[in-house]
Every structure is written in structure tokens, then in C-alpha cells.
Antibody, heavy 117, light 108 residues
């Protein structure tokens, strides 16, 4: 059974940094497409970043240059390093995965990131 | 970049009724790169439909997807109490994933 468990969220000041993690089980992160999707309070879903099985990485324009997606194959874990955070980054961050590039088959329960002074 | 517009914003229906949700793309795309997700309050999204009309594993057959070109539809044939939720369509194109803004299906 596929399971994704996010961690690392919390309260951070504007301009600060945070590193999110997503522990995976039931599959291996380096074989699948791994993605971060976020949802601001009361808003819809926004794609943030994806890492391909081959290692290529892609980012939404809103986070490009500030966020870095990576994976630790030895720990079967996905990460999102978030730098220079602003209030607009406040959201629940979901980890998602799939064998197919087009859509997201399984999702974690999310971790809340709040950027506020 | 393709923009997805969902309508209506809110759909008020009673259990047992049929729900028809629309997702319109700003331009035509040739491949079946359209998916639908359900998000219940306080929960993570769940994949319902992929490739326009293929139900994901474990999804009941009262959910169906259809469409082509720029117009896509999610139909719930008979609403069950657990179907009252927010639904999102999603598209993929050239390493860019986009979501519609969502349709809320609420109890009338």
C-alpha cells in the first residue's frame, strides 16, 4: 500500500526558510514522478514542483529560484527546500506521486506552512 | 499556458440527484491529459478520473468523465452523502501542471 507522510511544516517569518519532507512507503521514490502541490487557506490547488524519475526538476513560476525539490533515495524521502518565504507561500503543502507524468495518483495528508511575523 | 475554468462555482443538489460539472480549457489540447480529483473537507485530494474518462482504482462507477477539445465533464450519476465535496480538474502539458479553481457540490 502506498503511503506518503509529510513533515516539516510550521510557522516561519517572512524571508525565512523551511525544509519539508515526505516519507514514502509502498514504492520507491526514484522510480516515480514525485510532486508538491499546495493549497492556500480557503483556496484551490496549485502545482508547485515535480521531480522526474530521471532526476529532472520543474517548478511553478511563483516559486522558481526560491524552492528546490530533491529526493533521498536511501531514505525513500522527498524534500522541498523553501527559501525567501513570503506570506503568499502560506498553504498546506501536499506530497503526491504517480507512475504517469500526467496526473497524481496518491497524496499525503499535507503539512501546513505559515509565513508570518 | 492552458487555463482551466470550472463551472458552476457551487452546485446545490440533493442526495440521489445527478451532478454535472464542467471544465473548460482556454485552448484545445490533443492528448487525453485531463484528470479529476475530489477533495472532502479537511482531507487531501483523491484522484477520481484520469485520461479524461478512466476511473482510478477503487472509484465507484457512478463517477464518469467525458469530453474532448476544450470541454470536459465530470458526471456523478446519483449523489451519495460522501460525494458532497469540492472537485478539481487538472491538465498536463510540457512539464506544466494546472488545476481548475474547483466546483463545490453542496447539499441542497
Amino acid at each position: 500500500e502506498v503511503q506518503l507522510v509529510e513533515s516539516g511544516g510550521g510557522l516561519v517569518q517572512p524571508g525565512g526558510s523551511l525544509r519539508l519532507s515526505c516519507a514514502a512507503s509502498g514504492f520507491t521514490v526514484f522510480r516515480n514522478y514525485m510532486t508538491w502541490v499546495r493549497q492556500a487557506p480557503g483556496k484551490g490547488l496549485e502545482w508547485v514542483s515535480t521531480i522526474y524519475s530521471g532526476g529532472s526538476t520543474y517548478y511553478a513560476d511563483s516559486v522558481k529560484g526560491r524552492f528546490t525539490i530533491s529526493r533521498d533515495n536511501s531514505k525513500n524521502t522527498l524534500h522541498l527546500q523553501m527559501n525567501n518565504l513570503s506570506a503568499e507561500d502560506t498553504a498546506v503543502y501536499y506530497c503526491a506521486e504517480g507512475l504517469h507524468i500526467v496526473y497524481f495518483e496518491n497524496w499525503g495528508q499535507g503539512t501546513l506552512v505559515t509565513v508570518s511575523s | 499556458e492552458i487555463v482551466l475554468t470550472q463551472s458552476p462555482g457551487t452546485l446545490s443538489l440533493s442526495p440521489g440527484e445527478r451532478a454535472t460539472l464542467s471544465c473548460r480549457a482556454s485552448q484545445t489540447f490533443d492528448y487525453t491529459y485531463l484528470a479529476w480529483y475530489q477533495q472532502r473537507p479537511g482531507q487531501a485530494p483523491r484522484l477520481l478520473i484520469h485520461d479524461v474518462s478512466r476511473r482510478a482504482t477503487g472509484i465507484p462507477d457512478r463517477f464518469s468523465g467525458s469530453g474532448s477539445g476544450t470541454d470536459f465533464t465530470l458526471t456523478i450519476s446519483r449523489l451519495e452523502p460522501e460525494d458532497f465535496a469540492v472537485y478539481y480538474c487538472q491538465h498536463y502539458d510540457n512539464s506544466l501542471w494546472t488545476f481548475g479553481q474547483g466546483t463545490k457540490v453542496e447539499i441542497k
